[in-house]
């Protein structure tokens, strides 16, 4: 998988492993002009990313809103700020795609694509 072949993308999380998905809240990836947004039902995150060795690198720091939430989503925005930054390998099959690192794994399907 590249970065051109994610750009236009929006995952859908559907399973992750150890981190249980908040309830009542959505985790989404949005892959576009070559940064990656991360909204996890709290506050929206951005860093510029590449695709390298097939490992998912952010390219600068992940910048965010500030909002307080409810304490499961403030530690959902914490948890996937934390795979992402880790560089998690990915593996994509047909419309899965599957991040692995820090010690977490989630699952994703395609919800759009341009």
């Keep these: 998988m590249s970065a051109a072949s994610l750009d236009g993308r929006t995952y859908l999380a559907t399973s992750a492993h150890p981190h249980r998905l908040a309830g009542g809240a959505q985790l989404t ?4 002009d070559g940064a990656v947004v991360a909204r ?16 998912l690198l952010l390219t600068g720091p992940m910048m965010s809103t500030l909002m307080a939430c409810e304490p499961e989503l403030m530690e959902q925005d914490r948890w996937i700020a934390e795979l992402l930054a880790d560089g998690p390998a990915m593996e994509a099959v047909d419309e899965q795609l599957t991040l692995r690192g820090a010690g977490s794994e989630v699952v994703l399907r395609v919800l759009a694509r341009d």
Excluded: K, M, S
């Excluded at 990836?29 to 576009?32: A, G, K, P, V, Y």
């Excluded at 996890?40 to 060795?53: I, K, L, M, S, W």
């Design 29 to 32: 990836l949005i892959f576009e």
């Design 40 to 55: 996890g039902g709290c506050n929206t995150q951005r860093a510029g990313y590449e695709v390298r060795d097939g490992r």
